[in-house]
T-cell receptor, first 114, second 111 residues
């Protein structure tokens, strides 16, 4: 079984709809991250969380919100989706004291907003 | 603000050729540098991670080097194969606790 899972893997929605993307991990890591990737661009950080009570904005947090329901779960919400939020979304984890600060990525969620 | 740039954006080579992918970063105050592979529509696979105190890391046909003072890293792929075709991403972990990505190099290895 994958250590970092994301649901759904693909989602098509309409402008104005509320969408939630979920991430779960079995690695026991305390740190979790949400990124988005657009064609021709690298990944950009949306939000990150160092533990359940510590949530921080990343580079491009406008239009997004997150919830850290438990150490193993970190959800990303789009309250009112817009077409320029069409992208590939990745969740990642990192453990405190992880060798070399390595991050581990989920398989991604492809979101299309019509 | 840390910026990471990868050159070239795309590269096409014949099978068997040795090749080099380049990554540059503007702020040398980094903890480590990581190279990833991404297949179309897929997630990221970590290839090599170099700590800031290291000069290079090797894994099979891959060798990554790091020159912090000049803000550069290279990923060397020996004897390329069609299965190496993918997008290669470079990312630096900076002292702000964040992973900053380059835009990637799309590699195509022709049989």
């Amino acid at each position: 079984d994958a250590d970092v899972t994301q649901t759904p893997r693909n989602r098509i929605t309409k402008t104005g709809k509320r969408i939630m993307l979920e991430c779960s991990q079995t690695k026991g890591h305390d740190r979790m991250y949400w990124y988005r990737q657009d064609p021709g661009l690298g990944l950009r950080l949306i939000y990150y969380s160092f533990d359940v009570k510590d949530i921080n904005k990343g580079e491009i947090s406008d239009g997004y919100s997150v919830s850290r329901q438990a150490q193993a779960k970190f959800s990303l919400s789009l309250e009112s989706a817009i077409p320029n939020q069409t992208a590939l979304y990745f969740c990642a984890t990192r453990g405190r004291g992880t060798t070399y600060n390595e991050q581990f990525f989920g398989p991604g969620t492809r979101l299309t907003v019509l | 603000k840390q910026e990471v740039t990868q050159i070239p954006a795309a590269l096409s080579v014949p099978e068997g050729e040795n090749l080099v992918l380049n990554c540059s970063f503007t702020d040398s105050a980094i903890y480590n540098l990581q190279w990833f592979r991404q297949d179309p529509g897929k997630g990221l696979t970590s290839l090599l991670l170099i700590q800031s105190s290291q000069r290079e890391q090797t894994s099979g046909r891959l060798n990554a080097s790091l020159d912090k003072s000049s803000g550069r890293s290279t990923l060397y792929i020996a004897a390329s194969q069609p299965g190496d075709s993918a997008t290669y991403l470079c990312a630096v972990y900076n002292q702000g606790g964040k992973l900053i990505f380059g835009q990637g190099t799309e590699l195509s290895v022709k049989p």
